[in-house]
Structures are given as structure tokens and as C-alpha cells.
């Protein structure tokens, strides 16, 4: 369990909350609107309605007792920079900062924050890759050009073993998994074969993948 600061309640702020919420950590929620605030505390151990980019505000949070500071303002970067740096200066361990483009994100690492979070940028590659192709039911950009996919087992892949098939030497891809009816098998050995029904996890370069399964 961590202790997180999360300055910004607003839709991704919120979603964000519920996620860390799931997971069992304590989380202190920030915003200067109240109905922000009103919407975002189910999800939190406590929440204060303030100004995040005042200093005197921030120091009576004690930005240093915190593991994680989340600043998820995405209304405005002038704030969104600003506070990224208070929250730095005024002891933030980790801080997380929201930016809509590599622009901003350089900024933000310029002035505290120590890593970056694009969601609007994220999820919209997520939904152009997944949805442009039938064969791709969900996927997961690893960064350097890398990418976590899960499709159906082709056709032609279907009885026969890992062994046999030889992906890794043919294609340059790594099978690290397979489901069926939504159960997850990673023990994985040559000796594994495919059956219909199964979607198989892929790790790989896009470009490989892309070649590989002629998506």
C-alpha cells in the first residue's frame, strides 16, 4: 500500500482515484472546484477543496509524507506547471505529472515532475490499433517502438506446438501467454499447443507483429 497525493478531480482524475482506490492505497484528493471534490471522495481516504498552485496550501498538506503526488490538471498547463514544480520544491518523492503533448511533457520534466502521463494520447493510439484491425482484441504500447498484443491463434497455427511453429526464430516474436474463456495460462513450454478458441499474448516490435500477422 502507498500514499498518494492526487491533485486534479477531474474525469481522469476521477478514474484514476478508483483505479488506485481498487488496489488498496491510501489517496489524498485535491481540487479547487467543490463538485470535484464532492465526486472524487467515494474514492478517497480524504479530500480538500484548494488552490494547488499556492504554496501556503501546499505546505499543509505535507507533500513530503506522500510516496506518489499525481498532478492530473488538464485544464490548464500554466496551473498544471506550476504546481508540478511546487510540489517538487516542496518535497514530492515521486511526481507524476498529466500533459497533453511532448511539448508540455518536456516542460514538465524540466520542473519536477519525474515521469510523464499522456492519456488522451494513450488511449487514442490504443483505440486506433485495436479497432483498425479485427484480429487485435486488446493491446499495449511498451514504448520503443514495442508492443504487448492479443489475438486469436491464426488458422494455421492451430494444433501444432510452440516447437514446431518456432516463432521466435521466424518472426522475431516472443508468445508469452494464451487464453481460453478468459482464463490465462503463462506456463507456456515447446511442448504447448494451440487449440481453437485460445487468444495468444505477443510480444514484439510493431513492425514485426504487423508483418508477422499481416495486420
Given at each position: ?34 463538485e ?57 518523492r ?9 511539448v ?81 495460462d ?30
Open positions: 500500500m502507498k500514499t498518494i497525493l492526487l491533485i486534479g478531480a477531474g474525469q481522469f482524475g476521477v478514474h484514476l482515484a478508483k483505479k488506485l482506490n481498487s488496489l488498496g492505497h491510501e489517496i489524498m484528493a485535491v481540487d479547487s472546484r467543490e470535484r471534490v464532492d465526486q472524487i471522495l467515494p474514492y478517497c481516504t480524504s479530500a480538500q477543496i484548494g488552490d494547488a498552485s499556492s504554496t501556503d496550501f501546499l505546505q499543509t498538506l505535507g507533500i513530503e509524507d506522500y510516496d506518489v503526488c499525481f498532478v492530473t490538471i488538464g485544464d490548464n498547463f500554466q496551473d498544471s506547471l506550476e504546481t508540478t514544480s511546487l510540489v517538487k520544491e516542496l518535497g514530492g515521486f511526481v507524476v505529472a498529466r500533459a497533453s503533448n511532448d508540455h511533457a518536456k516542460f514538465l520534466l524540466r520542473n519536477g515532475a519525474d515521469q510523464i502521463i499522456y492519456p488522451e494520447k494513450q488511449v487514442a493510439d490504443w483505440a486506433a490499433i485495436k479497432c483498425s484491425s479485427e484480429h487485435i482484441l486488446d493491446f499495449m504500447d511498451l514504448g520503443s517502438d514495442f508492443g504487448l498484443f492479443e489475438i486469436d491463434v491464426p488458422d494455421g497455427w492451430i494444433g501444432k506446438s510452440l516447437a514446431e511453429l518456432d516463432i521466435r526464430r521466424r518472426h522475431h516474436i516472443n508468445v508469452i501467454g494464451k487464453k481460453q474463456r478468459g482464463v490465462l503463462v506456463t507456456l513450454s515447446p511442448d504447448t499447443v494451440f487449440v481453437p478458441g485460445e487468444t495468444i499474448l505477443v510480444l514484439g516490435t510493431k513492425r514485426d507483429f504487423y508483418k508477422t500477422f499481416k495486420v
